[in-house]
């Protein structure tokens, strides 16, 4: 084979195929062979960059190879693909053949943002990530479901497929979370197989007890819940000691709508759903942050290792930022109403026929984020807020950066069309008093990661 010698390239161009080769994985030769390669071949889709990740974003440190096993359960492993993700984790799938029945390469790859590998003996990526590299290239392997029939592979050394080949290839360490009919699970083949595993090194999370997939069917052999095996797989990252770049820091997050009372029955809301801010909390937490989240009334379940607050108004979430200060960083994601009752009636108003519409008469509340980056003193070091604006959001931005005295906004328009409001998308502009950076369309957890990522670099020293 021809070797390969790439001149004249400038160094904005090297500097990408760095970082790409980086984000892959690979060394700059190998990922231009692979730019080669798929450029050469029009049966294949290009290698997708990772959704969220930015162009001089550094390399997530932490990769997790996940084994998708052929069982019902496969269908949770596309969620456990967003929960390691919100954590700053890079996934990367193989799917045995079994999986492939229950859920398909594509959108395993939609998730992960990567190629989805399913073959042993693949004529155009044997050479490029083989079996070999796919197991080197993983921090930690994660089988998820792990069935009867890849326990008893495992156990006694089989390769015969993609999956069994890497997992002997490996020398990172192994997690499975086996998920099988509970007359499976305790037979004494399978018991004899998790023994040798447990000898072997291997580390179980689940499985659960609980109801089977085959209807009236209980037992133990549920696979543990995408949140728990994520838990367990950054417990297991912490254990060895991966670089937590907020380690030691303290990060203060409100999140949600805030409900104005009219009266013991009603209220003034708007529609945040929260998601924002709990993603910010959860990568925050992944990032070895001391995290405390200010949360108005929401629909989501508390991010692992979150201190969670819960309020009502907007004066309870100003009196609870306050109480937990000090921070080192501050991030206001809530969506505050800017106004509340005056007159809050003690009882339910009546619907009296005959007699006139009550009036409201609205008051302003105290603005959260304007008073926490002008505190004179305990101001946290980076005070960051949102603009969640319908027009203008750059310009919108720049002036509200300097009438509430933070140091970033993120701005992103709101405008009912774009469905960010409520939905699980995010299209951010980074302002800083430097200037504005446009964010890619993203996953709100892959906005969270890459604020994080921002967040780590400036408190090492650059605000802007
Ligand atoms: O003024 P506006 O509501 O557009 O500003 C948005 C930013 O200010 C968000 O970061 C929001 O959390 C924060 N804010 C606040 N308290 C208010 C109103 C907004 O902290 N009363």
Request: with cysteine; net charge neutral.
């Amino acid at each position: 084979m021809a070797s390969l010698t790439v001149r004249q390239i400038d160094e904005a161009l090297k500097q990408q195929l760095r970082l790409r080769a980086a984000h892959h994985g690979r060394s700059v030769e190998d990922e231009i062979r692979n730019i080669l390669r798929d450029a050469a071949s029009d049966t294949e889709t290009p290698p997708a960059p990772a959704p969220g990740r930015h162009a001089n974003e550094p390399a997530p440190v932490r990769r997790v190879l996940l084994i998708i096993g052929g069982g019902i359960a496969a269908y949770k492993s596309l969620d456990l693909i967003r929960r390691l993700k919100e954590r700053g984790i890079a996934v990367r799938c193989i799917l045995t053949k079994a999986a492939e029945e229950f859920i398909t390469p594509l959108s395993a790859g939609a998730i992960t943002g990567e190629r989805v590998f399913s073959d042993l003996f693949d004529p155009t990526h044997e050479f490029d990530v083989g079996h070999i590299r796919l197991a080197r290239e993983a921090d930690l392997i994660v089988v998820a479901p792990a069935t009867a029939d890849l326990m008893a592979k495992m156990a006694n050394g089989l390769a015969n497929d993609l999956a069994t080949a890497v997992l002997l290839a490996a020398k990172a360490k192994i997690v499975l979370a086996p998920a099988m009919n509970p007359a499976m699970w305790s037979h004494k083949a399978t018991q004899r197989n998790l023994a040798q595993l447990a000898a072997d090194g291997v580390t179980f999370i689940g499985p659960n007890s609980g109801e089977m997939a085959e209807s009236g069917e209980r037992g133990l052999g549920r696979m543990a819940e995408p949140l728990e095996i994520a838990a367990g797989v950054e417990r297991i990252f912490k254990a060895a000691g991966a670089p937590q770049p907020l380690q030691g820091k303290r990060v203060l997050i409100t999140a949600g709508p805030t409900h104005e009372p009219i009266d013991p029955v009603r209220y003034i809301a708007n529609r945040s759903s929260g998601k924002q801010g709990y993603a910010i909390a959860q990568a925050a937490a992944a990032a070895g942050a001391d995290v405390t989240l200010i949360s108005g009334p929401v629909n989501l379940p508390k991010p692992d290792g979150v201190k969670v607050v819960s309020v009502e108004t907007a004066r309870d979430m100003l009196e609870a930022v306050e109480r937990a200060l000090p921070a080192d960083v501050a991030i206001f994601a809530a969506a505050v109403a800017d106004w509340r009752v005056a007159n809050v009636g003690a009882q339910k108003i009546k619907k009296k026929a005959g007699s006139a519409t009550p009036e409201l008469s609205l008051t302003e509340n105290p603005d959260i984020l304007s008073t926490i980056a002008h505190r004179p003193s305990g101001r946290p070091s980076l005070v960051i807020g949102f603009a969640a604006e319908t027009e203008n959001v750059e310009a919108n931005a720049k002036a509200k950066l300097a009438r509430k005295g933070c140091d970033w906004i993120l701005a992103n328009d709101v405008s009912p069309d774009t469905g960010i409001m409520g939905g699980d998308n995010n299209t951010i502009t980074l302002v800083t008093i430097s200037g504005a950076e446009p964010w890619p369309p993203q996953s709100k957890e892959d906005a969270a990661t890459m604020l994080i990522a921002r967040i780590s670099a400036a408190l090492k020293g650059d605000k802007s």
